[in-house]
């Protein structure tokens, strides 16, 4: 038996193995789901590939016609999620109906553009006389979704639904974190019209996973998680038989920009929001700022004191905004990040006696925000994933660009900047995000993803896309078709 990172239970002492799900904010078991056997697995992806045949066969418009029931089945559930997100990953039951709310609007947005994202490109208007060429856009056949536990169905109905609408077939295998997420979600997919085999969730053993990927029947994984997992995806996926595409959705240390002429309330409110919400486990949340000096000590006065109103606790009872990180192994890790930081010259401006339900031995993390860091520290360097946020001093734009370009990470970064009054500031804004190194360059806003445009990261943050129209194209190839149809 042992404890993998997410805090579960990985049962290696029995056959078939078992994982268990453990609440995080009282480390109580919640569910037990048992592995497969690596035959029944293989029945599963062969079960999977041939249904993918017949489901290509459903027209495209009757697939999203079962799309938009999904939506309806699933907000049938919107007042079961919140409390079974609680319990199986510690987000404030407070805060549930937001990923409902989200995962509603994503699927809406993706196949509300579905028909002309998969349509075929006609090239009629430079076809020569008697020829006849076009596009199509072609399912790949058999795509394994690996899911994480911080927001289970954004980040599922990311890949699952496009890869369904345009006539894959998909296996989600969960985080063990967040078992019930995935075994709901396809639930509403079931009840909406996709047949059982088009869509099944799988638990898994990491043992298990890397089987999965090199399967030669999987042809596309998409994995959401770490860095390190996404190389162990990777390199499963290339020693497969043939050359099966990863899109891979890693980590983040997504910085943000104070200029000089922001509006310092609204900007402060947005970036505690952006560092702490979901207790900083989001790979696209704040995790360093950088804040012009002429504003600095304000900005840093005001943000420690909205980081004190925060509420940790029992993230079942609503009048907590803050509740623990996923697991045990999680709060110790992101403890040892912030005491090097201080051991190196940090400071730390939160007494921790605020949150005393932050205790060594649980899964509870006191908010901390620090000052006097530098990029030697890990905390501004490495990601966190927790309610932690290093803030540090800059002279100018091109040393704030430097520094948010210093990272392994290119997932989203921010500039804060007073653009509606000031038309110089969004002209600076422009050319400062032609500069920075990453899939996403927010103004005045952060850690939201628009389901129109592309996902995407750079550097160790990952490859591919989803959402937007680009998602489809992760999920399809191009099929040319050239007829000559006059031969004489």
Not at 17 to 42: D, G, M
Not at 116 to 121: G, R, Y
Not at 123 to 150: C, E, M, S
Request: proline share 6%; glycine share 6%; aromatic share 6%.
């Amino acid at each position: 038996m042992s404890l993998n990172p997410t805090g579960t239970i990985i049962q290696t002492d029995a056959e078939p193995a078992s994982q268990t799900t453990l609440i995080p904010h009282n480390q109580q078991p919640l569910v037990c789901r048992t592995y497969p056997s690596e035959k029944q697995l293989t029945k599963a992806i062969e079960n999977a590939a041939a249904a993918q045949e017949k489901w290509a066969r459903v027209p495209l418009q009757q697939r999203v016609a079962i799309g938009r029931r999904f939506m309806e089945e699933f907000g049938k559930m919107r007042d079961e999620i919140p409390m079974e997100l609680t319990l199986q990953m510690g987000r404030p039951v407070s805060q549930g109906t937001g990923e409902v709310r989200g995962t509603l609007e994503r699927a809406e947005y993706m196949l509300s553009i579905a028909e002309n994202a998969l349509a075929d490109v006609s090239l009629a208007d430079t076809d020569k006389p008697g020829f006849k060429r076009y596009i199509k856009r072609t399912p790949l056949g058999v795509v394994l979704v690996i899911a994480p536990w911080n927001y289970p169905y954004l980040v599922m109905v990311n890949s699952v639904l496009p890869a369904l609408i345009a006539g894959n077939t998909v296996i989600v295998k969960p985080s063990p974190q967040t078992p019930l997420a995935a075994e709901r979600f396809a639930l509403a997919f079931h009840n909406a019209g996709v047949p059982k085999d088009a869509l099944q969730v799988i638990h898994l053993s990491p043992e298990l996973t890397t089987m999965a990927v090199k399967n030669p029947l999987v042809d596309f994984v998409a994995f959401t998680g770490s860095v390190a997992g996404g190389r162990a995806v990777d390199i499963a996926a290339a020693e497969a038989q043939g050359f099966k595409g990863v899109g891979l959705e890693l980590g983040g240390k997504d910085p943000a920009y104070v200029r000089a002429d922001a509006d310092l309330d609204y900007t402060v409110a947005e970036l505690v929001d952006g560092a702490m919400f979901n207790s900083g486990q989001s790979c696209c949340a704040i995790e360093r700022i950088y804040v012009h000096e002429s504003i600095y000590d304000d900005f840093v006065t005001e943000f420690v004191e909205l980081t004190k109103k925060y509420r940790l606790g029992d993230p079942t009872e609503p009048q907590h905004n803050l509740g623990p990180v996923c697991s045990v192994a999680s709060a110790e890790r992101i403890r040892k990040q912030v005491t090097a930081a201080v051991l190196a010259g940090a400071k730390a401006l939160i007494p921790e006696d605020l949150f005393p339900a932050a205790r060594p031995g649980t899964a509870f993390v006191a908010p901390q925000v620090l000052v006097d860091v530098d990029h030697t520290m890990e905390i501004m360097m490495e990601e966190t994933f927790g309610p932690v946020i290093g803030i540090q001093k800059v002279a100018s734009d091109v040393e704030a660009i430097a520094l948010m370009n210093d990272s392994p990470y290119g997932l989203t970064a921010s500039i804060w900047t007073n653009a509606a009054a000031n038309p110089e500031s969004q002209e600076a804004f422009l050319g400062m995000a032609d500069e920075l190194h990453t899939g996403t360059v927010f103004l005045n806003r952060c850690d939201y993803l628009d389901p129109a445009l592309a996902w995407t990261g750079v550097k160790n943050s990952g490859r591919g896309v989803s959402l937007s129209k680009f998602g489809y194209d992760q999920l399809t190839r191009a099929k040319s078709v050239h007829m000559k149809i006059k031969t004489a």
